[in-house]
């Protein structure tokens, strides 16, 4: 069974970073493109960050560039985000997906709370 488990969300200060964790069971590591999305409260699902199996080529959503970094361990079967100089905007629930190309995902996890108190 495909699954992916999110990990590392927490409550942290503007400022602050946090590292999230995707842990992928499954033949889900083997898709071409892994990647991170959010929803924060009352607002649609964005893209965050997505990155490209063969190349480790990588992209961003405007709002998190030079912040933000996406990559990933394929020993450990898991897919990172690095966050750093959080705001408070950057409060939602973030998941972590996998999809044969970018911007179509069709396997995603849970989800892992961020909070960023201002």
């Known amino acids: 069974q495909v699954q992916l488990v999110e990990s590392g969300g927490g409550l942290v200060q503007d400022g602050g970073s946090l590292r999230l964790s995707c842990v992928v069971s499954g033949r889900s590591f083997t898709r071409p493109y892994m990647g991170w999305f959010r929803r924060a409260p009352g607002k649609e699902r964005e893209f965050v960050a997505t990155?490209?199996?063969?190349?480790?080529?990588?992209a961003y959503a405007d709002s998190v560039k030079g912040r933000f970094t996406i990559s990933r361990d394929d020993a450990k079967k898991t897919v990172y985000l690095q966050m750093n100089s959080l705001k408070a905007e950057d409060t939602a629930v973030y998941y972590c997906a996998a999809g044969v190309r970018h911007p179509v995902y069709d396997t995603w996890g849970p989800g892992t709370q961020v909070t960023v108190s201002s």
């Open positions: 990155i490209r199996r063969n190349d480790d080529n990588t």
